[in-house]
């Protein structure tokens, strides 16, 4: 009897262990999704445990920086690939990375970089002067062994065109050392280290891309305070902190970017916390995720604006006074407090004010001048007003997240000094098709900067270039040219802001393009997490925020 009691209280107490373990095997398992159990690094005492999920609306894609990968794509290469520089966490100035420092020689036509030391690769390989000089060859040379294929537009926007004898170049890179790159260039460039902030200039491991068709693994090995840790193509990437990493380690140990398409389920996945952060928002959206306590909304400029397109080939908008009119007919402070509910900036300027060396003066009214534009139609002959057939994308786009539903205050606008708009919706593809060979009468479109400037901004190469819908307007290029020429290779930086004060002088004489809003950037985050800061150009320094236990 002894034994059988003794027996039992065993068994109770095995049982007891086990229930005890299927009870906190669950708890692990949920505490393991949400944390990573790594012991804190003592290089800084700020570290936090949270892992954190940010909602995105792009699918998530394993591409080369190089390859030109989408704003959100972007986002979280930039947190794993670095370049020689890299724009500050809030503004479109240029900050050091890579290169501890820089000069510019007298002429202009040297950039000399000193690199870092003892900065590391995720794969344990050592960044140098020849990893510089292997990625920029990669882009420049089409007969590289390695070459990018399809980068000769990225190349050219970065390092300038050889073919061209009107702008500058990279001509030649030289490496004297293990911690020197030169670039040598065929005229002064002032513009060039901000394009080489972009993402496509960053650097990535030689190695990986030599070892990268052998054994199928990432090519997005780069130096960043974070790494790749897992990837579920086109459905999420999960990064993790990379503890060899040179500067300050990233205050989150882990992040998941997830591709989640459909904004509503990005609003219910931080509405019930199953996500920590999201963007990519409607307007109405981001009202409604204010009101919820444990949420956060912050702000800031986007170096992108949202335009009305004319085509001055055709009449009537082949007379300026037409064109002016229709400038003048945009209430565009009522637009943006009831189109975008206040999550945009009435464009009183052609250039997104966050750009360096954006001009400040005034051009536009932000409320509008009806009786003038009335005048000035009447002026022009066309006192009854006239048809006007606008192209406007169906799809809500990061310079318009409202989509189609703003032709709706466009054309009440434009009604009230006599012009009738058709509204042509189409897909933002064709839009854009249609807008480069010149197959519309007007069309709601947007102009951004990837590199933060004037002249990114002049450039653009999503769909039509500013530049050239400017030179179907009469008069005005070959001083345009001149003044682009000028501030590209201007080095006093006073100078720069005068010429682009000139230049959006003729912009506004020509008005090819009626600018609306100026866009920003907007992030749906939990209250817990903190430091959070927007760049304009979308590359957020998201290893710097943090999570507040």
């Known amino acids: 009897m002894g034994q059988i009691r003794s027996k039992e209280r065993w068994w109770w107490r095995q049982r007891t262990v086990w229930v005890a373990v299927l009870v906190l095997l669950p708890l692990l398992a949920f505490l393991g999704r949400s944390y990573h159990n790594a012991a804190p690094s003592p290089a800084s005492s700020r570290q936090v445990t949270q892992r954190v999920r940010c909602a995105m609306r792009d699918a998530l894609q394993i591409r080369e920086p190089a ?84 980068s000769q537009r990225v190349s050219r926007e970065i390092f300038g065109d050889e073919r061209s004898s009107d702008t500058p170049f990279v001509r030649d890179i030289r490496t004297p050392d293990k911690q020197t790159v030169v670039l040598v260039l065929s005229a002064p460039d002032y513009q060039l280290v901000r394009r080489l902030a972009r993402i496509e200039a960053a650097i990535v491991s030689p190695e990986a891309i030599r070892t990268a068709s052998a054994n199928g693994e ?14 579920r193509e086109g459905f999420s990437v999960t990064l993790e902190r990379f503890p060899q990493y ?17 904004s509503y389920e990005r609003e219910r996945a931080l509405r019930e916390r199953l996500c920590e952060a999201g963007q990519r928002f409607s307007p109405q959206q981001l009202v409604e995720l204010a009101k919820i306590k444990h949420l956060v909304t912050t702000r800031g400029p986007a170096a992108n604006t949202c335009l009305l397109v004319l085509n001055p080939r055709l009449a009537p908008l082949d007379q300026p006074k037409v064109r002016r009119a229709l400038s003048l007919a945009f209430d565009r402070k009522r637009i943006v407090e009831e189109a975008l509910r206040g999550f945009a900036i009435p464009a009183e300027t052609f250039f997104p004010p966050c750009l360096v060396e954006a001009p400040t003066s005034s051009v536009q009214e932000l409320q509008s001048q009806k009786e003038v534009a009335r005048r000035l139609l009447e002026e022009a002959g066309y006192a009854q007003g006239f048809s006007l057939k606008i192209l406007v994308p ?13 032709s709706k205050w ?58 050239n819908l400017f ?23 006073g100078e ?12 506004a004489e020509g008005m090819a393009w009626v600018p609306v809003f100026h866009g920003e950037q907007v992030f749906i985050h939990n209250s817990r ?18 999570w507040k236990e």
């Open 496 to 507: 720069r802001r005068y010429v682009a004060e000139r230049i959006q002088e003729l912009l």
């Open 67 to 150: 390859l030109s990968p989408s704003a959100e794509n972007a986002l979280w290469i930039s947190q794993v690939c670095e370049g020689l520089v890299r724009f500050a966490a809030d503004s479109c100035e240029v900050t050091p990375a890579l290169a501890e420092s820089y000069t510019i020689s007298q002429d202009g036509r040297e950039w000399t970089f000193r690199l870092r030391q003892g900065v590391m690769f995720h794969d344990g390989t050592l960044f140098d002067a020849q990893a510089v000089h292997f990625c920029f060859m990669r882009l420049l040379d089409p007969n590289h062994p390695y070459a990018v294929a399809g």
């Open 218 to 231: 990432t090519t997005v090995v780069g130096t960043g305070p974070l790494r790749v840790k897992s990837v």
């Open 246 to 262: 040179w500067g300050n380690p990233s205050r989150i140990r882990e992040i998941e970017f997830r591709g989640v398409p459909d």
């Open 529 to 546: 997490l903190g430091d959070v800061r927007l760049n304009p150009v979308g590359l957020h320094h998201v290893f710097e925020w943090s």
């Open 410 to 467: 466009i054309a009440s606008d434009l009604g009230e000094i006599g012009i009738e708009v058709v509204v042509e919706a189409v897909a933002a593809e064709v839009a854009r098709q249609r807008l480069a060979s010149g197959e519309y009468h007007a069309a709601l479109w947007g102009f951004s900067s990837s590199d933060g400037s004037v002249p990114g901004y002049l450039m653009a190469s999503d769909g039509p270039a500013p530049m």
């Open 471 to 493: 030179a179907q307007t009469a008069g005005g290029m070959d001083e345009m040219t001149r003044l682009l020429g000028r501030l590209v290779q201007e080095p006093n930086a």
């Open 394 to 406: 169906r799809e809500a786009r990061v310079w318009n997240p409202v989509g189609l539903a703003l």
